[in-house]
């Protein structure tokens, strides 16, 4: 029999999950809506379609994430995600910051997609486990789906990086 100890932890690893669910909802949301600028930007197609592709993804997450505020009976809503907030921020920035056509551009590009991308795949891994732990099986499926696809965005970016960028660079 389950204790009111342990009634009231599960109750707030709950709260907690949700919010880090809603912490990350919004933080796609926001990475969809500032890819489009940030893909304009680029000056090598392979960014601009590493960008397209990543907006495509961004809308692919929203829907799982969707999906699992479900499966945990949540109402689904999101809370601003600061840490997103600011590497959007700093992306945007970037861009005023650079020369258009510029490998400098390129670079701090590739650097605040790299930042979401480390960002998001610390918060779907933990998530993945927390949700495991939880017994929440599907949704931690679900969101693995993504951590995978984080990553592969992520090594997408890098090998753009050692291709294109740090070639003209030498």
């Known amino acids: ?40 930007a680029a000056t090598t197609p392979e960014l601009k379609d590493a960008f397209g592709q990543n907006r495509n993804q961004a809308q692919t997450h929203v829907d799982r994430l969707e999906q699992v505020f ?17 590497i959007v921020e700093e992306g945007v920035d970037m861009i005023g910051e650079t020369n258009k056509g510029s490998v400098q551009r390129d670079t701090g590009l590739i650097f605040a997609g790299k930042k979401a991308e480390h960002y998001k795949i610390a918060t779907y891994d933990a998530m993945v486990n927390l949700a495991n ?37 030498n």
């Open 133 to 169: 732990n939880m017994g929440y099986r599907q949704a931690a499926d679900i969101l693995g789906e993504t951590l995978a696809d984080d990553k592969a965005a992520d090594a997408l970016l890098t090998r753009i990086a050692e291709k294109n960028i740090n070639y003209k660079l």
């Open 70 to 86: 479900g499966m945990v009976n949540e109402k689904v809503n999101s809370g601003k995600c600061p840490a997103i907030a600011d």
């Open 1 to 40: 029999m389950e204790t009111q100890t342990m009634k009231a932890t599960n109750l707030k690893l709950k709260e907690f999950f949700v919010n880090q669910l809603r912490d990350i909802y919004w933080a796609e949301k926001k990475l969809f809506s500032a890819l489009p600028k940030l893909q304009e």
